[in-house]
C-alpha cells in the first residue's frame, strides 16, 4: 500500500484519485476550490479517439504529429492514441453519457483533424458531464472509504478528499518527494506526508488577461514541481485559442462550431483564412490563432467576427447550448449575427517533464493532465487531444505505482540548470505583485505574436516585479499572495523559455525569428539551479538537444503492452 497525494480534481487528478483508491493504495485527493472546479469543467468542443469505423490510431497519430510542428515526442503520441479508446471507454463506464443519435456516438469534427473522430457530452458541455460523473465516482469511494473506517473495517486504506486546501509546496527528502505543504480552508500551513505525489493541477490560463481558463489556474502544481528541483520543459508554447468570445470572461467558443461549418471574416466582412491555409478555419490552431492576431491588429484591436448564421437556430442551440447562453448573456443572437470572437489563453503545452508513466524528474513525483509536459502535443496542441491526454497518463501513472521507484528516468536527456530565488521566498500573508500589469505584460510580449524586442523588455519588467506588503488579511488574501508569487516565477521561466528559442515554431511565434529551423526542433529541459539563460545575456545557458530514442517503436509497444 502506498501514501498517495493527488493534488487537483480536474479529469486528470479525479481518475488518479479513483485508479489509486480501487488499486487499493491510501489516497488523498486536496483541491484548490470545490471538487468540481477545474478547467476541465469549461472543455466544450470533446475528447479525441480513434474509435470510429474509418478511424485508425495511425490516422489520429499522425494528425496529432502534424498539429505538434515537430515537436511531439511520437513515443508519447502513440501511447495518447493507442491508449485513448480504452480510457474513453472507461469514461462511459464512470458514468459519461456522451451524445448519440440514431448511428451510435456521436462523433464532432475539429481542426486539423483528418477524420471525424471527437465525442462530446451535452452537445458543447463535454467537460461538464466529464466532471460530474467523475466527481460522482470520487464521492461515492470517498463516503465508502468513510464508513469502512467507521466500522472498523479499513483502517487507513481508501480516499479522503480535502477540498478548498492549496498546494504551496512540496516536500523534498534526499532528492524525493516526500509529501506536500498544504494551505488549508483554516488560512494555515500544513504538511502532508506521502510516498508519491501525483500533481493534477493544471495550467496557468491566469498569467494572462484573456483566457478561457477558470480563476484557479494560477499554474500552482508546475511552480512547486520547478522550486522541488523537477524539470520543466516547454514553457515558451501557450496555445491561444483562436476563438474566445470577445466579451467580459472571454467564453469559449468551441473549435467544433467551426468544425459545422461556421466561418471567420474580419470587419469588411472578408473570410480571410481562406487566405491563409488550404484547411481555411479548420487549419492548425496556432495558424488559426496568429491570423485572428494580425486581422486584429489591422482592425486597430477589434475582434473579428465568427459567422455561425448558416447553421441555422436549431442547430447552434441544440448543438451547442453552452455557447447559446453565453451568446444570449451578452446580448448577442448568434443565429442571426457574426459574434465578435478573438484569441486568449487556453493551454499550455509545457509543464512539468514526465515520461511516458507520469513520472517527473524528480522522484516520488507525477504530473499528469495539463500541468505535465509528456511530449504528446508538442509545440501545439491537436484539439480535443487534452481531455484524453489526462485520462491516459493518469491511469498510467497510477499503474506506474507498481514500477520499481523511478529515479531520474530521462536517461538520454541532458538537463539544463538554472538558478534563481523563487519569489516564493519573499511571499507571506498580504504580500502581493500587481497582477493585472502582470497579465498585461504576458499577453503583450509572450502572447500570440512575439519579438525578441519585446522579450527583452519583458523580462527587465519582471525581475523589477517582487512580491510586495499589501494591508489586508484573510484566507483568500494569503492564497491569493501565493498564486501571484507562482504566477511570478512561471512568467519569468516562460519569458526566459521563449526568449531562448531563437525560432518560431507552433505557438511560439516571434517576428525576428519568423522561420522554424530543424536543428531547434527539439525540447530543453529546465531546473533550478542556475540563473535563468536570457535574463541578463550572461546565465548559465546549456540547452542540451534530447537524444533519447524517441522514433523507437519498441519502446511505444512496450509501453502500450504494459
Ligand atoms: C474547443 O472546444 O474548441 C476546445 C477543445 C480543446 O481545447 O481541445
Redesign the pocket.
Known amino acids: 500500500m502506498t501514501r498517495v497525494l493527488v493534488v487537483g480534481s480536474g479529469l486528470a487528478g479525479l481518475i488518479a484519485a479513483v485508479r489509486a483508491t480501487d488499486a487499493g493504495h491510501q489516497v488523498t485527493l486536496v483541491t484548490k476550490a470545490s471538487l468540481p472546479e477545474s478547467n476541465t469543467r469549461y472543455?466544450?468542443?470533446g475528447i479525441a479517439a480513434a474509435m470510429f469505423p474509418g478511424d485508425s490510431v495511425d490516422a489520429h497519430f499522425l494528425d496529432t504529429v502534424r498539429a505538434g510542428a515537430g515537436l511531439c515526442d511520437p513515443v508519447a503520441v502513440r501511447v495518447l492514441c493507442s491508449e485513448g479508446p480504452a480510457r474513453v471507454r472507461d469514461l462511459i463506464r464512470f458514468g459519461v453519457d456522451f451524445d448519440r443519435d440514431e448511428s451510435g456516438v456521436t462523433r464532432g469534427l475539429?481542426a486539423a483533424h483528418s477524420r471525424s473522430r471527437v465525442l462530446h457530452a451535452g452537445g458543447d458541455a463535454t467537460g461538464a458531464a466529464i466532471e460530474a460523473a467523475l466527481v460522482a465516482t470520487v464521492r461515492e469511494r470517498a463516503a465508502r472509504a468513510g464508513s469502512l473506517r467507521e466500522s472498523g473495517a479499513l483502517a487507513h486504506r481508501g480516499l479522503r478528499i480535502r477540498e478548498h486546501t492549496m498546494l504551496i509546496d512540496l516536500t523534498v527528502r534526499d532528492g524525493r518527494a516526500t509529501g506536500a505543504v498544504l494551505l488549508g480552508p483554516d488560512g494555515e500551513l500544513h504538511s502532508t506526508a506521502a510516498d508519491t505525489v501525483i500533481l493534477a493541477t493544471g495550467g496557468a490560463g491566469a498569467l494572462y488577461p484573456h483566457t478561457t481558463n477558470p480563476s484557479v489556474a494560477t499554474g500552482d502544481g508546475v511552480a512547486a514541481a520547478w522550486r522541488a528541483g523537477a524539470a520543466v520543459a516547454d514553457l515558451e508554447f501557450y496555445q491561444f485559442?483562436p476563438t474566445a468570445l470577445a466579451v467580459p470572461g472571454t467564453p469559449?467558443v468551441?473549435?467544433?462550431v467551426r468544425g459545422e461549418g461556421a466561418v471567420l471574416r474580419n470587419v469588411h466582412g472578408h473570410r480571410f483564412m481562406l487566405d491563409v491555409h488550404p484547411g481555411a478555419e479548420l487549419a492548425p490552431r496556432d495558424v488559426v490563432a496568429r491570423s485572428i492576431a494580425r486581422e486584429m491588429a489591422v482592425q486597430k484591436g477589434a475582434p473579428v467576427l465568427l459567422d455561425a448564421t448558416g447553421l441555422g437556430r436549431d442547430l447552434l442551440e441544440r448543438r451547442f447550448p453552452t455557447i447559446t447562453a453565453a451568446c444570449r448573456e451578452a446580448g448577442l443572437d448568434w443565429a442571426v449575427e457574426p459574434i465578435p470572437v478573438a484569441p486568449a489563453a487556453?493551454?499550455w503545452m509545457g509543464g512539468v517533464h514526465t515520461d511516458i508513466w507520469g513520472r517527473s524528474s524528480l522522484p516520488g513525483l507525477f504530473a499528469v493532465g495539463e500541468v505535465a509536459r509528456t511530449g504528446a502535443h508538442g509545440a501545439n496542441r491537436l484539439?480535443?487531444?487534452?481531455l484524453l491526454e489526462a485520462a491516459v497518463f493518469a491511469d498510467r501513472a497510477v499503474r506506474a505505482l507498481r514500477l520499481p521507484a523511478g529515479g531520474p528516468v530521462h536517461s538520454g536527456w541532458t538537463v539544463s540548470t538554472v538558478q534563481r530565488k523563487t519569489e516564493r521566498d519573499t511571499t507571506g500573508p498580504g504580500t502581493t505583485v500587481d497582477r493585472a500589469a502582470l497579465q498585461r505584460l504576458m499577453w503583450e510580449s509572450v502572447g500570440v505574436l512575439r519579438s525578441g524586442d519585446g522579450l527583452a523588455a519583458a523580462s527587465v519588467a519582471l525581475e523589477g516585479m517582487t512580491m510586495r506588503p499589501k494591508p489586508g488579511s484573510g484566507v483568500n488574501m494569503h492564497l491569493r499572495a501565493y498564486e501571484d508569487a507562482n504566477l511570478l516565477d512561471l512568467a519569468r521561466a516562460t519569458v526566459a523559455a521563449a526568449r531562448s528559442r531563437e525560432e518560431s515554431r507552433g505557438a511560439h511565434h516571434r517576428s525576428d525569428f519568423p522561420e522554424s529551423h530543424p536543428e531547434l526542433a527539439r525540447t530543453v529541459l529546465w531546473r533550478l539551479g542556475g540563473e535563468y539563460p536570457g535574463t541578463d545575456g550572461t546565465g548559465d545557458v546549456r540547452t542540451m538537444q534530447s537524444t533519447t530514442n524517441l522514433d523507437d517503436p519498441t519502446e511505444a509497444e512496450e509501453a502500450i503492452a504494459c
Open positions: 472543455a466544450q468542443g475539429e485559442h469559449l468551441s473549435e467544433a487556453h493551454y484539439a480535443s487531444n487534452s
